[in-house]
């Protein structure tokens, strides 16, 4: 393989064997603590649990540090590009997920799922719907042959628009479900979860390329990084499945209930934003990335409001999850598409 062969990295392309991997243990450990898991789901300052914070947050920074918000200076040239992930992403993505989820799991599975469980699970599918990709559409764009630096400034304005549109769009599809929380404690959420990371990413990436260079900071500060997120994600997911686990026994099924209409979502975004980018008359290389933000979800977000909001044990906290397990086969083969689609 030719050293200028877009490939995905080991974690990356695997990144579904681990989630279930990591379901067996979760559950194993579940099973062999017992009650006292109990212990680590109350360790809560203002609704937000000490160790999954920790977790998310050294599971986000990596993501974040990569971010540079100069490039948003260069929007010029890629307004019509922008302009598609911003309507999608935005105006569109977050309502057609409240959507799938409220038919499928009010009207379809109303013979599986009761009421309060489907409440539950609306409410995840609609945090995974507002909240954008953010870190893997670099893999995406990569291996579809995307614009780098589109990509760049397409995720740095989505990071911008993240930190204002969030909390409105979950309040408001989250309010018209029924489902009601309060404000204070989703304010709480992104403060901790977005704001910080992205704050600590964007400081320590100013303070490195000016004092070690961007050459130093690309080959050997983000490898470091890698192998700290990495671990994040996996004993989030752990500690996820450790709570979850009797429920998963008990029901089974509820996975693949989930991830019907998580997918069905992801491909509808893909094809619209795609559509889209031709009617645009977009170049491929700006299509392709422009399509794959949409598709494709900021899971570690999700995941992190979702325990905050609804708790370790939640049906919330495990769509979620079931994101994270169906985003990388599904991506990759979407990146299959677009290749095969590809134009010039």
């Known amino acids: 393989m030719s050293a200028s062969t877009p490939t995905i990295g080991f974690f990356e392309k695997y990144l579904t064997a681990w989630v279930l991997l990591c379901i067996a243990a979760g559950i194993a450990v579940g099973e062999l603590a017992g009650s006292g898991m109990q212990v680590i789901a ?20 990596p993501m974040m540090v990569q971010v540079d918000f100069d490039s948003v200076r260069k929007i010029g040239p890629q307004l019509k590009g922008l302009g598609l992930t911003v309507v999608v992403n935005w105006l569109i993505k977050p309502f057609t997920m ?3 989820a409220w038919i499928f799991f009010t009207k379809i ?11 539950e699970y609306i409410a995840g599918a609609i945090l995974l719907g507002a909240a954008p990709c953010t870190a893997m559409v670099f893999v995406w764009s990569y291996l579809s042959g995307g614009d780098p630096n589109y990509t760049l400034v397409q995720v740095s304005v989505n990071d911008l628009i993240l930190l204002v549109l ?12 029924g489902i009601v929380i309060p404000w204070g404690v989703l304010v709480t959420s992104v403060f901790v979860f977005v704001v910080i990371p992205l704050a600590a990413g964007y400081l320590t990436h100013r303070w490195l390329i000016s ?4 050459v130093w900071f690309k080959t050997r500060f983000l490898p470091m990084l890698k192998p700290m997120s990495i671990i994040a994600l996996l004993s989030t997911l752990v500690l996820l499945f450790a709570f979850q686990g009797q429920k998963i026994l008990a029901n089974p099924l509820d996975i693949l209930l989930i991830a019907i209409p998580l997918s069905l979502q992801t491909y509808f975004i893909f094809f619209l ?32 409001v979702a325990i905050a ?7 919330a906290a495990l769509v979620t999850v079931v994101g994270v397990l169906i985003e990388v086969p599904i991506m990759l083969h979407l990146v299959r598409i677009a290749k095969r689609w590809q134009y010039t």
């Open 42 to 61: 109350d360790m809560e300052i203002n609704t937000v649990n000490i160790p999954v914070a920790i977790l998310i947050w050294l599971m986000i920074f």
């Open 98 to 100: 409240a959507f799938f």
């Open 109 to 119: 599975y109303a013979a599986w799922i009761t009421p309060e469980l489907a409440d």
């Open 166 to 177: 969030f909390i409105p769009i979950v309040q408001l599809l989250l309010g018209i479900t």
């Open 211 to 214: 004092t070690k260079g961007e």
């Open 273 to 304: 934003s795609w559509k889209g980018g031709r009617w645009l008359k977009l170049p491929y290389r700006t299509c392709a990335p422009a399509s794959m933000i949409g598709a494709s979800n900021f899971f570690e977000l999700s995941v992190a």
């Open 309 to 315: 909001l609804f708790g370790l044990n939640s049906g």
